[in-house]
């Protein structure tokens, strides 16, 4: 029997939810936009992003289009596209992601599965309020190489190696960004608007080309 283990503003735990009801609800919430979907083996979290959130999801994906698109890295975004496999129970959608090292096996691709198809080479987790699901491991089990994640104050780079994400200073994809780089930026939030932010931060890079 579904029973709620936790609710607040922004989310709900539901457990003992099955594959195929995942399945069904992540069609119904195709019309409500914004909406996410955390599962792992029985535990279902549905979260509705509050306003930070969306904000720094935007910023740091818009960092990352910057940084490709000035040292002509082809990418292909792919949004809160929804990454899980029935044989691990398990699936999400992150706030961004993003095909790098393995951008040219699914330009062409309309639909991907992850049991054949490689993982989004890099995701970006905005977690706030605090997932009730240990969405790393989720990651680590679909084999993505690299997850950002940014509570509102602190940016952790993590690179999975052996099964397990380890911390790192800077990004595995695209090394010339490192985490007191991308914080800096992050915190002229406060102090100037989106489009002066991502200028001085285009101006930025330019400074990194080789």
Known sequence: MTATLMQSSDRVL???ISWQTYQSLLKDFEQQPGMRLTYDRG???IMMPL???ETYKKLLGRFIEAFTEAFAI???SLGSLTCDREDLARGLEPDQCYYIQNEAAVRNR???DLTQDPPPDLAIEVDITSSSIDQLA??????VPEVWRYDGQALTIYHLTAGDY????RSLSLPQLTVSEVVR???????MGETSLIRQFRQWVITQLP
């Open 51 to 53: 306003p930070p959130h």
């Open 185 to 191: 930026f992050l915190e002229l939030r406060q102090s």
């Open 14 to 16: 539901l457990q003992n």
């Open 74 to 76: 082809e990418i292909r």
């Open 110 to 112: 309309d639909r991907l």
């Open 43 to 45: 535990l279902l979290e």
């Open 138 to 143: 989720i990651y680590a089990a679909l084999g």
């Open 166 to 169: 380890e911390s790192h200073d």
